[in-house]
């Protein structure tokens, strides 16, 4: 079978690298992907791996004729047997002119689960609701990553007869236990035996809710807790003003280490004792998914399924509310501090919980499903 995924853009997002996982290992299929914006990222990535990937340029937020006319040409020219597109953009401008081309077999992907004012854009509301009224004619399925997903939608009109969860997949031969990737971190970061090492694997952004974070790891630093926070990602670097500020007021300075961007994320999460989340919106969100799959327990926010999936493996936290995020993960501590055979336990489940849930080859199986259906 030739599909043809049509996605908004390949930066690096959680939607972009479940399209590369997928792509990259689905064996049955024949896979092509057409971005709307650039080929960033993952373009090139994909491009390595033997898949073909085009890119339509169009600017953030905007479409053009010119983009749409070789988006139609392309569709004619692959002639797909099932079109996969990702996130709304993609999903109303590729799905009217994949049913222009002539294509039925058509799939949407919906990658959020928070569409209340302030936590989505307008525009991306906007676009979102006209999805809803299309989504009884275009899509043949809709594909959710995470429950919380398929019911915000489903509460914006969307055709619930054709929702379908698919739970991202990871793939456990990249991120495993592995000693000697947690020393080596351990190493170069400096870090002591008696020294408690979490951290954070995310970019900057307003949803990651760092304040939060920096915020609850102050009250931590007060309960006199021996403890290095690792951030990892886009803009976790000392010339990032605003981060500083938070890291300043809150007296954490000499307890946070800003690494920047990394591609060794499995070492990085073997490195970590605990994994934190202090986003105050998500939909499936990858990282703790990464960190449990190596063997990492995980301290979360309760947003999106994030609840769901590390169930009674992790902690979890109210969203927003630094003072109950500082508890779970002084629970967390106390708990790898005073009870060796209960985190090693932790450790053992959390690992898998993602084995028995979220692997990578059933996530596959499950797209093929439905394209075939």
């Known amino acids: ?52 990937a085009y890119s339509l340029d169009m600017p953030l937020g905007r479409f053009t004729f010119s983009g749409l006319l070789k988006l139609y040409k392309l569709i004619k020219s692959i002639k797909p047997d099932a079109v996969q597109t990702w996130m709304y953009h993609a999903d109303l401008l590729g799905g009217l002119v994949a049913r222009c081309a002539g294509i039925k077999n058509i799939t949407w992907g919906l990658h959020q689960s928070n569409l209340t004012p302030g936590a989505a854009k307008k525009s991306t509301i906007l676009v979102a609701k006209l999805c809803g009224y299309l989504s009884y004619i275009i899509p043949k399925k809709i594909i959710c990553c995470a429950d919380k997903a398929a019911e915000a939608n489903k509460g914006i009109g969307y055709c619930e007869a054709k929702l379908n969860v698919v739970y991202n997949g990871y793939d456990l031969n990249d991120f495993k236990a592995d000693n000697n990737a947690k020393e080596q971190i351990k190493k170069e970061f400096s870090i002591s035996s008696n020294t408690v090492f979490i951290g954070m694997v995310s970019r900057f952004h307003p949803f990651k809710d760092h304040e939060n974070l920096i915020k609850a790891l102050g009250l931590v630093k007060q309960q006199k807790i ?20 938070w890291l300043q007021q809150n007296n954490v300075l000499d307890n946070v280490i800003l690494a920047g961007k990394r591609s060794d994320i499995p070492k990085v999460m073997n490195g970590l004792d605990i994994h934190l989340l202090s986003s105050s919106s998500e939909a499936f969100p990858n990282v703790l998914n990464e960190a449990m799959a190596c063997g990492t327990p995980c301290v979360t926010t309760d947003v999106g399924d994030a609840a769901h999936i590390v169930g009674d493996t992790g902690w979890v936290a109210k969203p927003q509310n630094s003072q109950d995020l500082a508890s779970k993960i002084v629970e967390a501590i106390n708990m790898k501090a005073h009870s060796k055979d209960a985190w090693e336990a932790r450790q053992l489940k959390a690992r898998e919980r993602i084995e028995n849930n979220f692997k990578i080859e059933t996530m596959v199986s499950k797209y093929n499903e439905i394209w075939n259906s």
């Open 1 to 52: 079978m030739k599909v043809l995924h049509i996605i908004t853009g390949l930066a690096d997002g959680g939607a972009e690298a479940v399209l590369y996982r997928l792509c990259t290992t689905d064996s049955k299929n024949s896979h092509t992907v057409i971005s709307l914006m650039g080929l960033s990222k993952y373009g090139p990535l994909l491009q390595q791996q033997g898949v073909t």
């Open 226 to 245: 021996n403890f290095s926070c690792l951030l990892v990602g886009l803009d976790m670097c000392d010339s990032n003003q605003q981060l500083m500020g």
